[in-house]
T-cell receptor
Framework: KNEVEQSPQNLTAQEGEFITINCSYSVGISALHWLQQHPGGGIVSLFMLSSGKKKHGRLIATINIQEKHSSLHITASHPRDSAVYICAVRPRTSQGGSEKLVFGKGTKLTVNP | DAGITQSPRHKVTETGTPVTLRCHQTENHRYMYWYRQDPGHGLRLIHYSYGVKDTDKGEVSDGYSVSRSKTEDFLLTLESATSSQTSVYFC??????????FGSGTRLTVV
């Protein structure tokens, strides 16, 4: 069982819809990352979270450390948001945080016009 | 944005040949990483470096070696390429509280 589970695996939405992607993890962490990968493209870091909530434009990321759960929300979705969204956690160690990120398998989002 | 360049972008090589992939950064970041990305597995860490000549293994390090003789360059070598090493390889750097920056990837095909 992967230490980082994302749901759903695939998500299709209509333009304008509110999108939620979930990430659950089983280890203690020092930080959680949300990444975006467009088809055939590189990987872009969207958020790094250790508590609470962050917002960039139409993207919002939240984390609940006690429940070991994070969500990525996209408001007013657009076809250009179509991408794979990847959750990754940095396990906590006695020295702070491990350099060995643990990745989810990604959620493929398709937003239709 | 941190400058990070991978080369080559694409490579086809024969089984048994050595292959070296290069990752170059322009901003003196201490931590550099090599990942591979495969369908059904997501991103997996091969090796990482925490300074010149300082490296450590990741979860899929067998068949790979790395070297970092300068802060700006992190090399990944497949000593004798196998078909199971066909993958997309990403280099990344850590920017501390600003997260990670990934290179554009190298698509390697071993035939």
């Amino acid at each position: 069982k992967n230490e980082v589970e994302q749901s759903p695996q695939n998500l299709t939405a209509q333009e304008g819809e509110f999108i939620t992607i979930n990430c659950s993890y089983s280890v203690g962490i020092s930080a959680l990352h949300w990444l975006q990968q467009h088809p055939g493209g590189g990987i872009v870091s969207l958020f790094m979270l250790s508590s609470g909530k962050k917002k960039h434009g139409r993207l919002i990321a939240t984390i609940n450390i006690q429940e070991k759960h994070s969500s990525l929300h996209i408001t007013a979705s657009h076809p250009r948001d179509s991408a794979v969204y990847i959750c990754a956690v940095r396990p906590r160690t006695s020295q702070g945080g491990s350099e060995k990120l643990v990745f989810g398998k990604g959620t493929k989002l398709t937003v239709n016009p | 944005d941190a400058g990070i360049t991978q080369s080559p972008r694409h490579k086809v090589t024969e089984t048994g040949t050595p292959v070296t992939l290069r990752c170059h950064q322009t901003e003196n970041h201490r931590y550099m990483y090599w990942y591979r990305q495969d369908p059904g597995h997501g991103l997996r860490l091969i090796h990482y470096s925490y300074g010149v000549k300082d490296t450590d293994k990741g979860e899929v390090s067998d068949g790979y070696s790395v070297s970092r003789s300068k802060t700006e360059d992190f090399l990944l070598t497949l000593e004798s390429a196998t078909s199971s090493q066909t993958s997309v390889y990403f280099c990344a750097i850590s920017q501390g509280n600003y997260g990670y920056t990934f290179g554009s990837g190298t698509r390697l095909t071993v035939v």
